[in-house]
Protein backbone atom coordinates (compact mmCIF):
# COMPACT_ATOMS: atom_id res chain seq x y z
CA UNK A 1 0.00 0.00 0.00
CA UNK A 2 0.84 3.59 -0.92
CA UNK A 3 1.50 6.02 1.66
CA UNK A 4 -0.02 9.48 1.03
CA UNK A 5 2.51 11.91 0.61
CA UNK A 6 -0.34 14.96 1.67
CA UNK A 7 -0.62 14.52 4.96
CA UNK A 8 1.58 14.59 7.86
CA UNK A 9 0.79 11.01 8.92
CA UNK A 10 3.94 11.26 11.74
CA UNK A 11 2.31 14.44 13.46
CA UNK A 12 -0.96 12.35 14.09
CA UNK A 13 0.57 8.83 14.64
CA UNK A 14 -1.72 6.79 12.37
CA UNK A 15 -2.77 6.69 8.85
CA UNK A 16 -5.24 8.65 7.48
CA UNK A 17 -8.56 7.62 6.76
CA UNK A 18 -9.08 5.48 3.61
CA UNK A 19 -10.96 2.49 2.34
CA UNK A 20 -7.85 0.91 0.09
CA UNK A 21 -10.37 -2.44 -0.96
CA UNK A 22 -13.40 -0.77 -1.82
CA UNK A 23 -11.47 1.61 -3.96
CA UNK A 24 -10.09 -1.97 -5.92
CA UNK A 25 -13.77 -3.30 -6.02
CA UNK A 26 -14.88 0.06 -7.79
CA UNK A 27 -11.90 0.42 -9.85
CA UNK A 28 -11.97 -3.65 -11.03
CA UNK A 29 -15.80 -2.39 -11.66
CA UNK A 30 -15.32 0.42 -13.93
CA UNK A 31 -12.85 -2.13 -16.36
CA UNK A 32 -15.51 -4.92 -15.81
CA UNK A 33 -19.33 -3.43 -16.20
CA UNK A 34 -20.01 -1.14 -18.82
CA UNK A 35 -22.49 1.01 -16.59
CA UNK A 36 -20.59 1.40 -13.53
CA UNK A 37 -18.34 4.96 -14.78
CA UNK A 38 -21.71 6.37 -14.81
CA UNK A 39 -22.71 6.04 -11.77
CA UNK A 40 -19.25 6.50 -9.92
CA UNK A 41 -18.48 9.39 -11.62
CA UNK A 42 -21.23 11.49 -9.99
CA UNK A 43 -19.47 10.43 -7.18
CA UNK A 44 -16.51 10.44 -6.77
CA UNK A 45 -13.45 12.64 -8.62
CA UNK A 46 -9.54 11.58 -8.65
CA UNK A 47 -8.74 12.92 -5.89
CA UNK A 48 -11.30 11.27 -3.33
CA UNK A 49 -8.92 8.21 -4.05
CA UNK A 50 -6.12 7.84 -1.22
CA UNK A 51 -3.50 5.63 -3.07
CA UNK A 52 -1.55 7.14 -5.71
CA UNK A 53 -1.69 4.31 -7.81
CA UNK A 54 -5.42 4.31 -7.97
CA UNK A 55 -5.52 8.35 -8.27
CA UNK A 56 -3.68 8.08 -11.23
CA UNK A 57 -5.61 4.90 -13.20
CA UNK A 58 -9.29 6.62 -11.71
CA UNK A 59 -7.67 9.91 -14.05
CA UNK A 60 -7.04 7.27 -17.19
CA UNK A 61 -10.23 6.22 -16.79
CA UNK A 62 -12.29 9.50 -16.74
CA UNK A 63 -9.99 10.63 -19.67
CA UNK A 64 -10.96 7.01 -21.77
CA UNK A 65 -14.73 7.98 -20.72
CA UNK A 66 -14.18 11.94 -22.65
CA UNK A 67 -12.84 9.85 -25.61
CA UNK A 68 -15.63 8.24 -25.97
CA UNK A 69 -13.56 4.71 -25.49
CA UNK A 70 -14.65 1.40 -23.60
CA UNK A 71 -13.19 1.41 -19.92
CA UNK A 72 -11.19 -2.11 -20.13
CA UNK A 73 -8.24 -3.48 -19.33
CA UNK A 74 -6.34 -2.86 -22.74
CA UNK A 75 -7.52 1.05 -22.99
CA UNK A 76 -6.70 1.79 -18.96
CA UNK A 77 -2.73 0.18 -19.82
CA UNK A 78 -2.95 2.16 -23.24
CA UNK A 79 -3.99 5.81 -21.97
CA UNK A 80 -1.37 4.97 -18.54
CA UNK A 81 1.39 4.28 -20.67
CA UNK A 82 0.79 7.25 -23.21
CA UNK A 83 0.91 9.43 -19.86
CA UNK A 84 4.31 7.51 -18.96
CA UNK A 85 2.32 6.48 -15.99
CA UNK A 86 1.94 2.88 -15.97
CA UNK A 87 4.40 1.76 -13.86
CA UNK A 88 3.30 4.27 -11.63
CA UNK A 89 0.23 2.93 -11.28
CA UNK A 90 1.42 -0.63 -10.35
CA UNK A 91 1.85 -2.05 -14.09
CA UNK A 92 0.19 -4.49 -16.29
CA UNK A 93 -0.38 -6.97 -13.60
CA UNK A 94 -2.13 -4.55 -10.97
CA UNK A 95 -4.71 -3.66 -13.71
CA UNK A 96 -5.31 -7.18 -14.23
CA UNK A 97 -5.54 -7.60 -10.75
CA UNK A 98 -7.66 -5.21 -10.35
CA UNK A 99 -10.37 -5.94 -13.14
CA UNK A 100 -10.65 -9.42 -11.26
CA UNK A 101 -12.00 -8.07 -8.16
CA UNK A 102 -14.86 -5.67 -9.71
CA UNK A 103 -18.46 -6.35 -8.68
CA UNK A 104 -21.58 -4.21 -8.93
CA UNK A 105 -22.61 -5.10 -5.58
CA UNK A 106 -23.07 -2.26 -3.43
CA UNK A 107 -21.88 -0.11 -6.04
CA UNK A 108 -22.82 3.26 -4.98
CA UNK A 109 -22.66 2.85 -1.04
CA UNK A 110 -18.81 1.61 -1.36
CA UNK A 111 -18.22 4.57 -3.55
CA UNK A 112 -20.05 6.71 -1.21
CA UNK A 113 -17.96 5.21 1.60
CA UNK A 114 -14.69 6.29 -0.53
CA UNK A 115 -15.83 9.69 -0.89
CA UNK A 116 -16.31 10.08 2.94
CA UNK A 117 -13.20 9.39 3.59
CA UNK A 118 -11.96 11.61 1.33
CA UNK A 119 -14.05 14.24 3.48
CA UNK A 120 -12.43 13.24 6.38
CA UNK A 121 -8.69 13.42 4.64
CA UNK A 122 -9.30 17.10 3.37
CA UNK A 123 -11.41 18.02 6.50
CA UNK A 124 -7.39 17.17 8.84
CA UNK A 125 -5.34 18.74 6.02
CA UNK A 126 -7.60 22.02 6.02
CA UNK A 127 -7.12 22.09 9.64
CA UNK A 128 -3.37 21.25 9.35
CA UNK A 129 -3.45 24.40 7.67
CA UNK A 130 -5.18 26.52 9.48
CA UNK A 131 -3.08 25.43 12.66
CA UNK A 132 0.27 26.40 10.97
CA UNK A 133 -1.56 30.04 10.03
CA UNK A 134 -2.12 31.01 13.02
CA UNK A 135 1.39 30.45 13.94
CA UNK A 136 1.79 33.62 11.73
CA UNK A 137 2.41 37.04 14.02
CA UNK A 138 0.55 38.90 11.04
CA UNK A 139 -2.70 36.58 10.97
CA UNK A 140 -5.96 38.38 11.24
CA UNK A 141 -8.01 36.08 13.58
CA UNK A 142 -11.41 37.13 12.05
CA UNK A 143 -9.63 36.62 8.21
CA UNK A 144 -8.47 32.59 9.34
CA UNK A 145 -11.72 32.04 10.55
CA UNK A 146 -13.63 33.02 7.66
CA UNK A 147 -10.85 31.16 5.60
CA UNK A 148 -11.38 28.31 7.65
CA UNK A 149 -14.81 28.33 7.10
CA UNK A 150 -14.81 28.55 3.54
CA UNK A 151 -12.64 25.81 3.19
CA UNK A 152 -14.42 23.30 4.92
CA UNK A 153 -17.83 24.65 3.48
CA UNK A 154 -15.73 23.07 0.53
CA UNK A 155 -15.22 20.05 1.21
CA UNK A 156 -19.22 19.13 1.32
CA UNK A 157 -19.99 16.82 -1.48
CA UNK A 158 -21.72 18.57 -4.62
CA UNK A 159 -23.29 15.58 -5.62
CA UNK A 160 -25.96 16.55 -2.25
CA UNK A 161 -27.04 19.14 -4.80
CA UNK A 162 -30.61 18.07 -6.49
CA UNK A 163 -30.54 18.79 -9.78
CA UNK A 164 -34.04 17.12 -10.27
CA UNK A 165 -36.73 18.25 -12.27
CA UNK A 166 -38.97 17.45 -9.56
CA UNK A 167 -37.11 19.51 -7.10
CA UNK A 168 -36.57 22.41 -8.93
CA UNK A 169 -40.31 22.53 -9.57
CA UNK A 170 -41.41 22.63 -6.05
CA UNK A 171 -39.27 25.04 -5.28
CA UNK A 172 -40.61 27.16 -7.44
CA UNK A 173 -44.21 26.11 -7.10
CA UNK A 174 -43.99 27.19 -3.13
CA UNK A 175 -42.39 30.92 -3.91
CA UNK A 176 -45.60 31.14 -6.30
CA UNK A 177 -47.23 29.76 -3.16
CA UNK A 178 -45.76 32.10 -0.87
CA UNK A 179 -46.33 35.24 -3.16
CA UNK A 180 -49.94 34.23 -3.38
CA UNK A 181 -50.54 34.57 0.11
CA UNK A 182 -48.44 37.90 0.91
CA UNK A 183 -49.61 40.17 -2.10
CA UNK A 184 -46.55 39.29 -4.70
CA UNK A 185 -44.28 38.90 -1.64
CA UNK A 186 -41.56 36.52 -1.44
CA UNK A 187 -38.68 37.53 0.45
CA UNK A 188 -38.04 39.95 3.74
CA UNK A 189 -40.65 43.01 3.81
CA UNK A 190 -38.23 46.32 3.98
CA UNK A 191 -40.88 48.42 6.59
CA UNK A 192 -41.47 50.09 2.41
CA UNK A 193 -44.31 49.35 1.10
CA UNK A 194 -43.62 50.57 -2.50
CA UNK A 195 -40.21 49.34 -2.21
CA UNK A 196 -41.47 46.02 -0.85
CA UNK A 197 -43.65 45.87 -3.81
CA UNK A 198 -41.06 46.63 -6.37
CA UNK A 199 -38.25 44.04 -5.32
CA UNK A 200 -41.15 41.52 -3.57
CA UNK A 201 -39.09 41.68 -0.23
CA UNK A 202 -35.57 41.54 0.16
CA UNK A 203 -34.48 37.50 -1.36
CA UNK A 204 -32.34 35.04 0.08
CA UNK A 205 -29.31 35.79 -1.87
CA UNK A 206 -30.38 38.87 -2.77
CA UNK A 207 -27.14 41.90 -2.71
CA UNK A 208 -29.00 45.47 -2.82
CA UNK A 209 -27.16 49.11 -3.02
CA UNK A 210 -28.44 51.65 -1.67
CA UNK A 211 -26.95 55.46 -2.63
CA UNK A 212 -27.30 59.14 -1.68
CA UNK A 213 -26.31 62.36 -1.87
CA UNK A 214 -25.29 63.68 2.15
CA UNK A 215 -28.14 64.73 3.84
CA UNK A 216 -30.87 62.43 2.20
CA UNK A 217 -30.88 59.87 5.18
CA UNK A 218 -29.58 56.78 4.18
CA UNK A 219 -28.10 55.62 7.11
CA UNK A 220 -31.61 56.68 9.17
CA UNK A 221 -33.59 54.53 6.63
CA UNK A 222 -30.93 51.42 6.96
CA UNK A 223 -31.89 51.57 10.77
CA UNK A 224 -35.46 51.82 10.13
CA UNK A 225 -35.46 48.74 7.94
CA UNK A 226 -34.25 46.67 10.57
CA UNK A 227 -36.05 47.93 13.23
CA UNK A 228 -39.15 47.17 11.06
CA UNK A 229 -37.70 43.91 10.40
CA UNK A 230 -37.48 43.50 14.02
CA UNK A 231 -41.37 43.91 14.39
CA UNK A 232 -41.72 41.04 12.33
CA UNK A 233 -38.85 39.15 14.62
CA UNK A 234 -36.53 38.96 11.73
CA UNK A 235 -33.22 39.31 13.12
CA UNK A 236 -31.13 41.41 11.89
CA UNK A 237 -26.93 42.73 11.71
CA UNK A 238 -25.51 46.29 10.73
CA UNK A 239 -22.01 47.14 10.49
CA UNK A 240 -21.77 50.36 11.07
CA UNK A 241 -18.36 51.87 10.37
CA UNK A 242 -19.46 55.84 10.33
CA UNK A 243 -20.78 56.08 13.88
CA UNK A 244 -20.16 55.09 17.45
CA UNK A 245 -22.32 52.87 19.52
CA UNK A 246 -23.53 55.53 20.97
CA UNK A 247 -24.28 58.09 17.93
CA UNK A 248 -26.62 54.96 16.56
CA UNK A 249 -28.05 54.48 19.70
CA UNK A 250 -29.38 58.22 19.92
CA UNK A 251 -30.90 58.19 16.42
CA UNK A 252 -32.60 54.69 17.34
CA UNK A 253 -34.49 56.31 20.26
CA UNK A 254 -35.30 59.52 18.35
CA UNK A 255 -36.74 56.84 16.01
CA UNK A 256 -38.57 55.04 18.66
CA UNK A 257 -40.05 58.02 20.64
CA UNK A 258 -40.60 60.77 18.01
CA UNK A 259 -38.35 63.22 20.28
CA UNK A 260 -36.09 65.26 18.23
CA UNK A 261 -32.32 63.72 17.80
CA UNK A 262 -30.51 66.47 19.09
CA UNK A 263 -32.80 66.76 22.25
CA UNK A 264 -32.03 63.24 22.65
CA UNK A 265 -28.45 63.84 22.27
CA UNK A 266 -28.23 66.68 24.46
CA UNK A 267 -29.98 65.29 26.83
CA UNK A 268 -33.02 68.07 26.44
CA UNK A 269 -35.77 66.09 28.14
CA UNK A 270 -39.00 66.54 30.02
CA UNK A 271 -40.10 64.13 32.63
CA UNK A 272 -41.92 62.93 30.27
CA UNK A 273 -39.94 63.08 27.09
CA UNK A 274 -37.44 60.69 29.62
CA UNK A 275 -40.44 58.26 30.39
CA UNK A 276 -40.47 57.50 26.77
CA UNK A 277 -36.76 57.54 26.44
CA UNK A 278 -36.12 55.01 28.86
CA UNK A 279 -39.29 52.71 27.56
CA UNK A 280 -37.16 52.97 23.95
CA UNK A 281 -34.49 51.84 25.41
CA UNK A 282 -35.70 48.94 27.27
CA UNK A 283 -37.30 48.10 24.48
CA UNK A 284 -34.45 48.40 22.07
CA UNK A 285 -31.91 46.47 24.25
CA UNK A 286 -34.29 43.17 24.04
CA UNK A 287 -34.71 43.91 20.23
CA UNK A 288 -33.03 41.72 17.51
CA UNK A 289 -31.32 44.95 16.29
CA UNK A 290 -27.72 44.00 16.23
CA UNK A 291 -24.91 46.43 15.33
CA UNK A 292 -21.06 46.47 15.09
CA UNK A 293 -19.42 49.88 14.99
CA UNK A 294 -16.27 48.44 14.21
CA UNK A 295 -14.62 50.92 11.63
CA UNK A 296 -12.61 49.98 8.66
CA UNK A 297 -13.60 46.23 7.77
CA UNK A 298 -12.10 43.37 5.89
CA UNK A 299 -14.66 41.60 3.81
CA UNK A 300 -13.25 38.37 5.20
CA UNK A 301 -13.92 39.57 8.66
CA UNK A 302 -17.25 40.93 7.72
CA UNK A 303 -18.23 37.32 6.45
CA UNK A 304 -16.78 35.96 9.89
CA UNK A 305 -19.13 38.18 11.47
CA UNK A 306 -22.39 37.46 9.42
CA UNK A 307 -21.50 33.59 9.80
CA UNK A 308 -21.43 34.36 13.91
CA UNK A 309 -24.43 36.41 13.72
CA UNK A 310 -26.46 33.51 11.55
CA UNK A 311 -25.29 30.65 14.00
CA UNK A 312 -25.85 32.59 17.26
CA UNK A 313 -28.65 34.71 16.09
CA UNK A 314 -30.30 33.64 12.98
CA UNK A 315 -30.12 36.93 11.25
CA UNK A 316 -31.58 37.09 7.55
CA UNK A 317 -30.58 40.38 6.89
CA UNK A 318 -27.10 42.18 6.93
CA UNK A 319 -26.69 45.73 6.34
CA UNK A 320 -23.15 47.63 5.54
CA UNK A 321 -22.58 50.91 6.11
CA UNK A 322 -21.01 51.94 3.96
CA UNK A 323 -18.64 50.23 1.21
CA UNK A 324 -16.50 52.96 0.79
CA UNK A 325 -15.85 52.63 4.75
CA UNK A 326 -14.59 48.79 4.68
CA UNK A 327 -10.79 48.12 3.99
CA UNK A 328 -11.38 47.77 0.24
CA UNK A 329 -7.56 46.13 0.06
CA UNK A 330 -6.75 48.77 -3.29
CA UNK A 331 -2.85 48.10 -3.26
CA UNK A 332 -3.62 44.22 -3.25
CA UNK A 333 -6.08 44.79 -6.39
CA UNK A 334 -4.16 47.69 -8.45
CA UNK A 335 -6.47 50.28 -7.99
CA UNK A 336 -9.74 51.48 -6.64
CA UNK A 337 -12.23 50.29 -9.48
CA UNK A 338 -11.02 46.85 -9.29
CA UNK A 339 -10.83 46.62 -5.42
CA UNK A 340 -14.54 48.01 -5.63
CA UNK A 341 -15.54 45.23 -8.46
CA UNK A 342 -14.08 42.41 -5.83
CA UNK A 343 -16.04 43.48 -3.06
CA UNK A 344 -18.89 43.53 -4.40
CA UNK A 345 -18.67 40.60 -6.50
CA UNK A 346 -17.88 38.81 -2.84
CA UNK A 347 -21.06 40.38 -1.13
CA UNK A 348 -22.91 38.71 -3.64
CA UNK A 349 -21.05 35.53 -3.74
CA UNK A 350 -21.33 35.79 0.54
CA UNK A 351 -25.38 36.55 0.09
CA UNK A 352 -25.65 33.38 -1.85
CA UNK A 353 -23.37 31.08 0.09
CA UNK A 354 -24.72 31.86 3.67
CA UNK A 355 -28.82 32.14 2.37
CA UNK A 356 -28.75 35.82 3.54
CA UNK A 357 -29.95 39.27 1.84
CA UNK A 358 -27.29 41.95 2.17
CA UNK A 359 -27.79 45.56 2.01
CA UNK A 360 -25.16 47.97 1.02
CA UNK A 361 -25.12 51.56 1.17
CA UNK A 362 -22.64 53.18 -1.45
CA UNK A 363 -21.07 56.60 -2.36
CA UNK A 364 -21.79 58.92 -5.62
CA UNK A 365 -18.69 60.66 -6.98
CA UNK A 366 -17.92 64.62 -7.10
CA UNK A 367 -20.09 64.58 -9.81
CA UNK A 368 -23.18 64.26 -7.83
CA UNK A 369 -23.19 67.51 -5.75
CA UNK A 370 -22.80 69.42 -9.04
CA UNK A 371 -26.87 69.50 -9.47
CA UNK A 372 -28.61 68.25 -6.51
CA UNK A 373 -31.99 69.40 -7.86
CA UNK A 374 -31.84 66.40 -10.53
CA UNK A 375 -32.62 63.32 -9.61
CA UNK A 376 -29.26 61.02 -9.09
CA UNK A 377 -28.67 58.16 -11.95
CA UNK A 378 -26.33 55.79 -12.41
CA UNK A 379 -23.38 57.35 -13.78
CA UNK A 380 -22.82 59.24 -10.03
CA UNK A 381 -22.39 55.90 -8.20
CA UNK A 382 -18.70 55.51 -7.53
CA UNK A 383 -17.37 52.08 -8.85
CA UNK A 384 -20.81 52.29 -10.87
CA UNK A 385 -20.05 49.52 -13.21
CA UNK A 386 -18.91 46.94 -10.77
CA UNK A 387 -21.75 48.05 -8.20
CA UNK A 388 -24.28 47.57 -10.92
CA UNK A 389 -22.79 43.88 -12.01
CA UNK A 390 -22.99 42.12 -9.18
CA UNK A 391 -26.01 44.11 -7.43
CA UNK A 392 -29.84 42.60 -7.74
CA UNK A 393 -30.82 45.55 -7.16
CA UNK A 394 -29.57 49.17 -7.05
CA UNK A 395 -31.67 52.35 -5.08
CA UNK A 396 -31.24 56.03 -4.79
CA UNK A 397 -32.22 58.32 -2.08
CA UNK A 398 -33.20 61.94 -3.22
CA UNK A 399 -33.83 64.44 -0.80
CA UNK A 400 -34.28 67.63 -3.15
CA UNK A 401 -35.98 70.10 -0.20
CA UNK A 402 -32.56 69.89 1.43
CA UNK A 403 -31.68 72.62 -1.17
CA UNK A 404 -34.88 74.15 -1.47
CA UNK A 405 -38.04 73.37 0.31
CA UNK A 406 -39.89 74.88 -2.03
CA UNK A 407 -39.07 72.57 -4.52
CA UNK A 408 -41.29 70.64 -6.58
CA UNK A 409 -40.78 67.77 -8.78
CA UNK A 410 -43.60 66.66 -11.29
CA UNK A 411 -46.23 68.31 -9.62
CA UNK A 412 -45.10 67.05 -5.91
CA UNK A 413 -44.16 69.19 -3.49
CA UNK A 414 -40.94 67.55 -2.13
CA UNK A 415 -40.28 68.99 1.45
CA UNK A 416 -40.92 66.35 4.22
CA UNK A 417 -40.16 63.74 1.57
CA UNK A 418 -37.79 61.62 -0.22
CA UNK A 419 -37.57 60.17 -3.40
CA UNK A 420 -36.63 56.29 -3.71
CA UNK A 421 -35.64 55.19 -7.19
CA UNK A 422 -35.12 51.89 -7.84
CA UNK A 423 -32.67 52.30 -10.90
CA UNK A 424 -32.41 48.59 -10.92
CA UNK A 425 -34.21 45.38 -10.33
CA UNK A 426 -33.56 42.55 -11.19
CA UNK A 427 -36.64 40.66 -9.98
CA UNK A 428 -38.95 43.25 -11.35
CA UNK A 429 -39.56 47.15 -12.29
CA UNK A 430 -37.72 50.03 -11.80
CA UNK A 431 -38.96 53.52 -11.24
CA UNK A 432 -39.66 56.28 -8.63
CA UNK A 433 -41.89 57.34 -5.41
CA UNK A 434 -42.25 59.55 -2.86
CA UNK A 435 -41.57 58.56 0.81
CA UNK A 436 -42.59 60.75 3.92
CA UNK A 437 -39.80 61.38 6.18
CA UNK A 438 -39.48 63.50 9.76
CA UNK A 439 -35.93 64.46 9.20
CA UNK A 440 -35.92 65.51 13.06
CA UNK A 441 -36.66 62.48 14.48
CA UNK A 442 -35.78 60.50 11.67
CA UNK A 443 -38.42 58.45 11.00
CA UNK A 444 -40.18 57.59 8.31
CA UNK A 445 -44.11 56.90 7.00
CA UNK A 446 -45.97 55.86 3.51
CA UNK A 447 -48.07 58.85 1.99
CA UNK A 448 -51.79 58.81 1.12
CA UNK A 449 -52.44 57.73 -2.46
CA UNK A 450 -52.79 61.46 -3.63
CA UNK A 451 -49.18 62.04 -2.76
CA UNK A 452 -48.45 59.40 -5.33
CA UNK A 453 -50.83 60.71 -8.03
CA UNK A 454 -48.14 62.52 -9.97
CA UNK A 455 -46.03 59.41 -10.66
CA UNK A 456 -48.61 57.33 -12.32
CA UNK A 457 -45.35 56.26 -14.77
CA UNK A 458 -43.32 54.60 -11.84
CA UNK A 459 -46.18 52.19 -10.70
CA UNK A 460 -44.37 48.70 -10.29
CA UNK A 461 -47.00 46.54 -11.32
CA UNK A 462 -46.43 45.80 -14.55
CA UNK A 463 -48.86 44.38 -17.41
CA UNK A 464 -46.92 42.25 -19.18
CA UNK A 465 -50.46 40.61 -21.03
CA UNK A 466 -50.39 42.57 -24.12
CA UNK A 467 -46.40 43.43 -24.46
CA UNK A 468 -43.81 42.06 -26.55
CA UNK A 469 -41.67 42.43 -23.08
CA UNK A 470 -43.28 39.63 -21.56
CA UNK A 471 -41.02 36.85 -20.19
CA UNK A 472 -42.35 34.13 -21.06
Request: charged letters at 25%; proline letters at 3%.
Amino acid sequence: MNKKTKLNTDELGKLPPQAIELEEAILGAIMTQKQAFSVISTILDSSDFYSEEHILIYGAMCIIFKKGIAIDVLSVNTQLRSENNLEKAGGVYKIAQLSSKGSLVNLEHNARVIAEKSMLRKQISICHQFISSCYDADADPFELLSSQKTMLSSVERSDNTDMSPFQRMKETQDSIYKAMENDGVTGVPLGIKKLTNFLGGAQEGDYIVFAARSGAFKSAIMLWIQHHLNLLDIPSLMFQQEMTNVQTGVREIAMKTGLLTQDVKRGKLTDTDWIKVHKAIGAIAESKVFIDTTPNQKIGTIKSKIQRAIDEHGIKVAVIDYLHLCDLEVKKHGNEEQAIAQHCKEMKSIAKELKISIIELAQFNKEATKDELKPPHMGLLKGSGAIEFSADAVIFLWNPAKIDETFEWDGVQTKGKIAVIVAKNKNGATGMFWHGVKAESNQFFELEDNDYSANKHIEPNVNFENSTDAPF
